[in-house]
């Protein structure tokens, strides 16, 4: 079975300090897909990356970057000098190779402070 | 390119009755998958549909039904509404491509059973 684990229920932090979300996940699959999306007070669900089982690059655009470790089952999702606009909630997510469904955590709420 | 829409955006329906909520995915999709979102049970997936056959099926009652259509738009149908159908309905399409396994979602259909 596929499950997601966010184990931070909710984070609250000042602006501009840098703020790590935690994601475990468990397959049996060798090739599987990972994914974070944000979801702001509007409720939609805002894409925001994408990574293969394969792949265990780390990956950084702009002031966000994630760290992948495949030993530990782990896709932690860093956010640096955080800004208000980051508060949301953040979901962690998992998918199958047809990529057809996505097992979601539970979520972490994230409020940065000014 | 236009995103994912989903109409109606609100909705109220009482006990017993029937409701369908619709979805328009991006232009080139082929995928559709549904959601529904509580916060109790977080986000759940309901069913994936790919060129207007069912391809994947979550764990929901038979009261809750799907179709796709030619032009890839899709229909999710709840019958017989129970209070514990109150929820955020996300839609979400996808390229479904061996390169590409984003789903984007639409803004959802929040849906309240009196």
């Known amino acids: 079975a596929q499950k997601v684990t966010q184990a931070q229920t909710e984070i609250s932090v000042v602006e501009k300090e840098d703020v790590t979300l935690d994601c475990v996940y468990e397959?049996?699959?060798?090739?599987?897909?990972l994914f974070w999306y944000k979801q702001p007070p509007s409720g939609e669900l805002v894409f925001l990356i994408r990574?293969?089982?394969?792949?265990?690059q780390n990956e950084i655009s702009g002031r966000y970057s994630w760290n992948f470790q495949k030993s530990t089952s782990s896709f932690n999702f860093t956010i640096t000098a955080s800004q208000v606009v980051d508060s949301a909630v953040y979901f962690c997510?998992?998918?199958?190779?047809?990529?057809?469904?996505?097992?979601f955590g539970q979520g972490t709420e994230l409020s940065v402070k000014p | 390119k236009a995103g994912v829409t989903q109409t109606p955006r609100y909705l109220i329906k009482t006990r017993g009755q029937q409701v369908t909520l619709s979805c328009s995915p991006i232009?080139?999709?082929?995928?559709v998958s549904w959601y529904q979102q509580t916060p109790g049970q977080g986000l759940q997936f309901l069913f994936e549909?790919?060129?207007?056959?069912?391809?994947n099926k979550g764990n929901f009652p038979g009261r809750f039904s799907g179709r796709q259509f030619s032009n890839s738009r899709s229909e999710m149908n709840v019958s017989t509404l129970e209070l514990g159908d109150s929820a955020l309905y996300l839609c979400?399409?996808?390229?479904?491509?061996?390169?590409?396994?984003?789903?984007?979602f639409g803004p959802g259909t929040r849906l309240t059973v009196t």
């Open positions: 979400a399409s996808s390229l479904i491509s061996n390169l590409s396994y984003e789903q984007y």
């Open positions: 397959t049996r699959d060798t090739t599987y897909y």
């Open positions: 990574r293969n089982s394969f792949d265990e």
């Open positions: 997510a998992l998918s199958r190779r047809d990529g057809g469904k996505l097992i």
């Open positions: 232009s080139g999709h082929r995928s």
């Open positions: 549909y790919f060129s207007e056959t069912q391809r």
